[in-house]
């Protein structure tokens, strides 16, 4: 079991450039989630899917969008990069919220984008 | 969710218990306590979690307050590798077929010393 995982690593990017940050996991999970922590900084919830199928914004949003491909993955889309969105990004996966003291989110490595 | 209150930073010596506190004063009787530390450049790693009664797992025990008001993480043995940003994060378990969102604050910034 590899849990989740995220590539790229690492990645620098120009203002402008566009990317597609990409997430996995192998636990079934039926939720997947996206967030970036800045320097210093808690994470933050970019957006995030209750289930394959479906996405929801989360806190900051704005300049992104994400795909839920299938039950296993879910991809972070920057369309136009801008200095303000280098950050650490994190995928995450919990199991199907079912009321249960059971739902735990597993985070993956993250990668660090730098946008110049 | 319930808004957390942490100190920014702590140390403790090796060996020695690290206790870490968290205020929330406004959590309601449906929301839970979690924990979870990220330690450097690693993504976050669930703790521990619980409603009103303490719980110990492998890792650590978690004690909260008769009024709920307040909990206290404790790592029993702290070793060089407990060393990370502690997060105490409370929220309302989801329904079935929503997520279950997290929303994280600045944390502890624990160290452990020799």
């Known amino acids: 079991n590899a849990g989740v995982t995220q590539t790229p690593k690492f990645q620098v990017l120009k203002t402008g450039q566009s990317m597609t940050l990409q997430c996995a996991q192998d636990?079934?999970?039926?939720?997947m989630y996206w967030y970036r922590q800045d320097p210093g900084m808690g994470l933050r919830l970019i957006y995030y899917s209750a289930s394959e199928g479906t996405t929801d914004k989360g806190e900051v949003p704005n300049g992104y969008n994400v795909s839920r491909l299938n039950k296993r993955e879910f991809s972070l889309r920057l369309e136009s990069a801008a200095p303000s969105q280098t950050s650490v990004y994190f995928c995450?996966?919990?199991?199907?919220?079912?009321?249960?003291?059971?739902?735990?989110?597993?985070f993956g490595p993250g990668t660090r984008l730098t946008v110049l | 969710d319930a808004k957390t209150t942490q100190p920014p930073s702590m140390d403790c010596a090796e060996g020695r218990a690290a206790n870490l506190p968290c205020n929330h004063s406004?959590?309601?009787?449906?929301?839970?306590v979690y924990w979870y530390r990220q330690i450097h450049s690693q993504g976050p790693q669930y703790i521990i979690h619980g409603l009103k009664n303490n719980e110990t797992n492998e890792m650590a025990s978690l004690i909260i307050t008769e009024d709920r008001k307040s909990s206290t993480l404790i790592l029993p043995h702290a070793t060089l590798r407990d060393t990370a940003v502690y997060y105490c994060i409370v929220r309302v378990l989801p329904n079935t077929g929503t997520a279950s969102k997290l929303t994280f604050g600045t944390g502890t910034r624990l160290q452990v010393t020799l």
């Open positions: 995450a996966s919990s199991p199907k919220g079912n009321g249960l003291s059971t739902d735990t989110q597993y």
């Open positions: 636990m079934n999970h039926n939720s």
């Open positions: 406004t959590i309601s009787g449906n929301e839970y």
